[in-house]
């Protein structure tokens, strides 16, 4: 008898999902899909406000990545101004992003994941949490605690706080970064880098033991989609898109981000509330295409910092052309810390940072404005339009984590063929549903960024028969 | 004495700002480290490194009164995703960063938690109730021992003292 398997909640992301397995009458895996089962309206709650509130307001869409947002929404703030901001307010932005990656991609990798990496996928699940690296590898946690702290200083003496920063708008920023602060910070980046290295060496090690999950877990060709730098460096603040595909061709460059739209489609299917993007000359799902570290690694021809360009070119030894296993995110995503680390410690250095021409200021000139950054998990797009006092009228937001919809889709889907043993009357093993849900743990995706949501979140796996009726479900409800 | 007040709460949900309303209180009347969080995450139990006593500050739904208690040790969480407590905090800290000291939670009973600012009478009395009740636990702490941690005999009669004497400090 065919089955459906259902887990609920994905849990060590951030937001509410579950994962559907479709079995046929033999047991084998007919399909998988990953629903996003939070609905988003931000986008509707921005109408009839002024602009200028805007990037106040969108910096409170996420507790995670506020930064980004903050900045892509001011940054639409400034077209709209039709304004070019001062450099110490780029730079200050600028600092601010890196920061975020930073501690974003800590908590992505020591917090969320490193219980699979450390403790393995087949862990008793009451193993697999922060809690037992303290007897597994108390040093590692404390230096992944640490790096996490340190971006959020940063935040907190750039923004004002941690969390929903609210100091950059239309224009430029609110206040002048102190120059006491740059002691405090330079005070971090020896032991920021040593953890950074110190995770890399140890993932690579790690990667030996993770062989099928390598090749089986979201491993697939696809587009990859990023911001570059002129020159084809990793820019995070401002640059032009590029896309390539898995043999690392360029299939496009020099995109204008704030035309987005004319390039870029969402589709949407049935079972979940997140939209499905994709690159419009290729249509969909042909377009399909990836964001976040992986993608920025596979786009870039360079990181532009001394050590993360080694790592960078080692990295691209792992794949033909560009690397395609979905596993690899968690490799990229300490590459990309360790460029971070090198870039805040850059800044520290330049002077224009402590400038105090931190504003452009203007009356509104323009009636659509578009801002775009690379967020944590990918480039991130906001789009407004005004009327003539200021109003927002309309506004749109490409979120990054929407973007790898379909690549996660196609992730839980390999997962479950490769690792799903079924018989008629067995049970799935644990291990087998940790790795559907470790399959999307690979893209950190933030579903919150597209919706608020409250608590620890749920996750369900149906098994469905070849009717399509729920045979078998498991669900771990929320706290 | 070295102690730490970590106070938790929102103060856009209403009574939720109860802790937040007490720490302010504390603030202005005595010497310890008091710090307002809207949510604990495991970066907070770096900050229990070389404390002899952390306090933690919450309003609570389920409290019918202000109660004073002391934070157990033991802490075997099934998973790690969205909530962290104070046990969690207290035994990561313990783990972590070797806090050998004692922990507390001061719990302010709250009913109303939804999205306004602003305190019901009965959270903001409570508030400042909890904030009497700390200051006089602080005192009685700091004339015990001023540079050790109560052992377990002083902390079973500071719970059964707490609210039965008075202030050092008008709150």
Redesign the interface.
Known sequence: MSRRIVVAPV??I?GHAKITVHLDAGGSVESAQFHVTEFRGFEKLCEGRPFQEMPGLMSRVCGICPVSHILASSKAGDMLLGVEIPPAAVKQRRLANYAQILQSHALSFF?LSSPDLLLGMDAA??Q????AL??AD?EF??RG??L??FG?RVIEMVGGRR?HPGWSGPGGVQHCFPAAGRDEILGWIPEALDSVSLALDRMKRLLDSFRPELDHMGNFPSLFLATVSPDGALEYYDGAIRIVDAAGNVIAEDLDPRRYFTFLGEASEQGTFMKFPFYRPFGYPQGHYRVGPLARLNVAKSAGTAAADRELREFKQRGQGAVCQSFHYHLARLVEMLHCVERIEELMADGELLGDNIQARAALNRREGVGSCEAPRGTLFHRYQVDRDGLMTGADLLIATSQNNRAMNLAVEQTARRFIKAGPDTEPAEGMLNRLEAAIRCYDPCLSCSTHAL???PIRVEVLDSRGRLVSEFARQS? | MNALLIAIGNSLRHDDGAARHAAILLRASCDAEVRIKTQLTPETAAEFAGRDHVVFLDADAAAAKVSLEAVRDVCSPASLTHTLGPREVVALARALYGFAGRAWLCRIPARDFSPTPGLSPRARSGAAEAARRLLRLLDQIAAHSPSAPPGDELIDSLKEDAGTQGPRKTV
């Open positions: 849990t060590r951030e917090h699940p009451e697999r949490n922060l809690f303290t007897g108390r946690l404390r605690i640490r996490r702290q959020q969390i608590g620890q979140m706290e």
